[in-house]
């Protein structure tokens, strides 16, 4: 991943860990993730890359409940669409019986699917589905942040002038 890719990253997880900082300690879920053009077609950030304001992504998530006699699980879907720097967010608030941040948690998932982009010029989906690449886990009780891998949308055909041969 690029340098540039690691400090979006980085500068989006810092700004969210902030917020929650910031705010009273309810119990909650955050899913985050970023949509981009992947303008000459490499699955990477590069100079010609933009993230992608207004992209419709579909969010699934199953979460397993710690109880101790029965195997409940709760799961759902919604859509979110990305915000101007191309970030979209789905807070998820305190269920019973789902605790993210303890260690006794099981097996939590969520996965992003790309449903449509914001720009014609730049809406062949490139990496249409992707899972949770890690979660980042509070301090706080029950805080928990599920980083998904980016998602991309390239143009049908490269450009020359700006990608090369």
């Not at 979460?63 to 699980?73: K, L, V």
Request: hydrophobic share 40%.
């Amino acid at each position: 991943m690029e340098p540039t890719a690691i400090f979006i990253l980085f500068s989006t997880f810092s700004m969210l860990l902030q917020l929650e900082a910031s705010r009273p300690i309810i119990p909650h879920i955050s899913v985050i993730g970023m949509v981009y053009c992947d303008t000459c077609s490499i699955n990477s950030f590069n100079n010609h890359t933009y993230l992608l304001s207004g992209a419709e992504v579909r969010i699934d998530c199953k979460f397993n409940a710690a109880a101790p006699r029965t195997a409940e699980q709760i799961s759902f879907s919604v859509n979110r669409t990305t915000n101007r720097y191309g970030v979209y967010r789905l807070d998820i608030p305190s269920v019973d019986g789902i605790y993210c941040a303890r260690d006794a948690a099981v097996l939590n998932t969520c996965r992003a699917t790309l449903i449509r982009s914001s720009l014609p010029a730049c809406n062949v989906p490139g990496f249409t589905t992707t899972s949770d690449e890690f979660a980042i886990k509070s301090d706080q009780a029950n805080v928990c942040v599920y980083s998904m891998f980016s998602l991309s949308f390239r143009p049908s055909k490269k450009d020359p002038a700006i990608c090369g041969k």
